[in-house]
Every structure is written in structure tokens, then in C-alpha cells.
């Protein structure tokens, strides 16, 4: 008869575990829990390779350019020089992601802005201009006089020709050096609007997330240059930060809120109008800190500061553009006037306008979002925007499961409702743009909001997290502690 194998000693049992004597039961042997490994951080991969390859074209351009008489021999010290001290700072904003390689992502971003900002200064115009003013202003900004006379309207060109002689200031008169400046703004935006999309959507695809914000072409190109898209690109990624800080309960959501509608508004005050309302309408979704969407007295302050917030900037806006208030028929006008004015310089085209009729509204979407198309393209830089449209709507096509789950995101995120609002804004003001070449460029701007459409989970959840939100973000990279 076979031996009954005796119980493991009660000193190897948990204290729940050891037997009772006085009830006779016998012990039950549990197996101990098997530890979960902790994760690793993720490999480098080929972006880091590409990053190098890019920087050795921009320096191998650099070379090409000085060869022609061009004043762009600095840029072959001044970009190892970014890109060397940049490398330690990107590694500290990326060091909380272990899923993917998000610092070779970025770097290589930053790499392929360079690139781009090379072939915007080939065919700068505006950007030429705004540095002539920039070297005639610094001199007097070096004395303390700030409230110079600019030649220009302030908001609108006028603060580009500021903010051009205050970099001038301490770069010195190189146009190059300014370019890598301008660069750098734009580009921080995009860390902020990537930011901005883990703190408040922290279960988003952040992988697909960054792809998308930091190595699409239109983004490394148009932003890289002299001139309103920087300080647009840098306004918007600031005030999205501060909403979804706002959204999650954290301090000084507020002031960044506010920081970066100061900088649209300086610029292109109808932005910073948008933002105002996108942020209104999220802030509906917000749930209290009992998990409750009805209005609490930070909410209601907050909706409050909004209110007043925003009938300031629509004051601004009507001045900006002309208008004596925002009746249908001088807005009908504005945007007539707008149409007419855009259609010129070989790029125009028939705009679908989503002011004519509610039934054109998603033809005005598309159109915004995605043309030129193929057949409209002229030349190559439209056949180059008509590529990416293309792509753009490949991947919208793809992504039909995570664009199904939207609109229970919006109400579960209000972070995802603040980008769907921007983005119908957005196309809804610039529907009227009738011409190829601008609009391409001033879509830049809602890109990255539109981006977080893209980047909505394709899977539900196994099972929603409920707790602050930094300790969201740690369960949702940090490995889980030693049991």
C-alpha cells in the first residue's frame, strides 16, 4: 500500500494557511505564487539608426548649401551640438515608457525635423522677411525698448516680427541659427501634446500615438521654419497640456491653459477661440473627484473662468478680423473675403464649405483633413500632400474598429471629446480656405488632436483602473512591486 505523502512543514505555509489543532483539519498545500517578471525596458530599435542617418544628410545638405554661398556653415557645429545635448534631456521625458522605444521615436522626430527645416529655409519667403524684422528690432530690444513700432498688426504678423527679434537677440544675426530655434519651439509642442496625451488618456495606444505625432511628414516639414506655424504648433500643444491636467485634477492645468491661449491669441486669435470652446465642451465629461459628472464648485469656477475666458478672446477675435459682431452676415462675408483671398497663387481649388448647408458638413470634414487628392495634385509638393492624404485615409480606413469605440470615449474621456471638438471646429472655420498649398500647412495645427482619434485602443480593456491618475500611469509602465 503506497505511502500518503505527509503535508509540508507549517513553517513553509502562510500564517492563513497553518493547520488548526483544535479542529483536527488537515492543512492544504497552496503553491506559491509565481512572481511577475519585472518588465524591461524596451529594446532600441532601428529609429535610432535612422535618427543618425538623418542627421548625416541634414550635415551633408548643410555642406552642399554653404558650398553655394548660403549662410548655413554654423548649422554643421549648431546641430550635432542640439542634437548631442538633446539626447539626455529626450532620454529623461521618455525614461517613464518601457512598452516601446519611445526615445528613439522622438529622436528620430527631432532628426527629421532638421531635414525639414533645411528645405523650408531653400524656399523661405515669410520666413526671410520675418528675420530682416527680427535684426532691425533686436537692437532696441537689447536696450529695453520692447514696445516697438512692428509695421504690422498685433495679433497677427506683428508678434511674429516680436518674437523673431527676441530670438535674434541671443542668437545674433545668423537667419540659420533662428531657423533652429523656431524648430526647437515647434517641436516642443509636440512633447507637450504627447504629454498631454498620457496624462489624460493614459489607456490610449501610445505607441501608435507617438508614430503618428512625432514622424509624420507634413509635421516635421511646415512647423520647422520662421513664422506662425512654430509658435501656433508650441500655443496649442501648451493649452492641450494644461486641459488634460485640468481634466485629471492636477495642479496648474489652469495656467498652462492660459499660457498657451496667450500665445494664440497673439498670433491667430480664432485659434485660441477654438481651443476655448473645445475645452468647454470636454470639461462637460469631467468627472469629480467622487467619480461623478455633476457640476462641482471647482467645476463650476472652472466653466466660469472659461466663460469669461472666452468672451475676452471673441472680443480679440472680432477686432482681429474686422467685425462689428458675429452676426451670419458678417461671418458670411469674412469667410467669402477668406475664400476669395486663398484662391490664387496656382494652388486654389473649389472649397467644400461647411457654412453652406448642414448636409456638406462631412464632405468639409474630409476635404479639410484629407485633399488634396491625387488627381488635384499640380506639382510635386501637391503630389507629396496628395500622397499623404492618401495615406491619411488609409489609416483612418484601418483604424474603423478604434473610431467605432468613439463615442463611448468621449463620454468616458474627456480628453477625447476635447480632440473631436478642435477637430470639427477646426474644419468647420476652415472649410473656406481655397487653396491647396494653405491649407495643407494650416491643417498642421489640428493634426495631433486628430491623431488622438487614431490612437483610441482597438480592444476594450480587461478592466478599467480606478485611482489618481499618477498612480494610473505608474500601474500602467512602472513593473509591479515584489509580493
Known sequence: MAATPSPPPTSQLPSSLHPDPASGERAVHVPPLRRRRPTKAAPQTTYRVLAGACIIATLALLAWG?????????????????????????????????????????YLGLALRFVGSYYRFTIAADAKSYYRYGVQFAESFRNFDFLVDLGRPVPGTGSVRWFSALVVMFTGPNIYLEFIVFTLIAFSGMLLFYRAFTTAFPNGDRKRYALLLFLWPSMAFWPSSIGKESLMMFGIGLASYGASRMFTHRPLGMAALA???????????????????????????????????????????????????????????????????????????IA????????????????????????????????????????????????????????????????????????????????????????????????????????????????????????????????????????????????????
Open 66 to 106: 554653404a558650398s553655394q554661398g548660403k549662410p548655413l556653415a554654423i548649422g554643421l557645429v549648431a546641430v550635432p551640438v542640439v542634437m548631442a545635448l538633446a539626447y539626455p534631456v529626450l532620454a529623461r521625458y521618455c525614461r517613464e515608457e518601457r512598452t516601446f522605444d519611445l526615445l528613439g521615436i522622438v
Open 259 to 333: 499660457g498657451g491661449l496667450a500665445v494664440l491669441a497673439l498670433i491667430r486669435p480664432h485659434m485660441s477661440l477654438i481651443v476655448v470652446v473645445g475645452v468647454g465642451v470636454a470639461y462637460l465629461f469631467v468627472r469629480s473627484t467622487r467619480g461623478s459628472l455633476w457640476l462641482s464648485g471647482g467645476k463650476i469656477l472652472a466653466i466660469a473662468v472659461l466663460l469669461i475666458g472666452g468672451a475676452i478672446i471673441a472680443t480679440q477675435t472680432a477686432e482681429f478680423l474686422k467685425l462689428d459682431d458675429f452676426g451670419q452676415d458678417q461671418l458670411d462675408v
Open 336 to 483: 467669402q473675403s477668406t475664400s476669395d483671398r486663398t484662391a490664387q497663387g496656382g494652388a486654389e481649388f473649389t472649397p467644400i464649405r461647411a457654412d453652406s448647408s448642414p448636409v456638406l458638413f462631412p464632405a468639409a470634414v474630409a476635404s479639410v483633413l484629407f485633399r488634396p487628392l491625387p488627381f488635384e495634385a499640380h506639382n510635386q509638393e501637391s503630389l507629396i500632400a496628395a500622397i499623404e492624404g492618401v495615406l491619411l485615409v488609409a489609416i483612418t480606413a484601418a483604424s474603423w474598429r478604434r473610431l467605432a469605440r468613439l463615442p463611448g470615449r468621449i463620454i468616458r474621456e474627456p480628453y477625447v471629446a476635447y480632440a473631436v471638438s478642435m477637430v470639427l471646429l477646426f474644419c468647420f472655420v476652415f472649410s473656406v480656405i481655397a487653396n491647396f498649398g494653405i491649407l495643407t500647412r494650416q491643417r498642421t495645427q489640428v493634426l495631433p488632436l486628430y491623431f488622438v482619434l487614431l490612437a483610441i485602443p482597438a480592444a476594450r480593456e480587461a478592466a478599467s483602473v480606478i485611482c489618481e491618475p499618477r498612480q494610473r500611469r505608474t500601474l500602467l509602465t512602472d513593473p509591479p512591486p515584489a509580493r
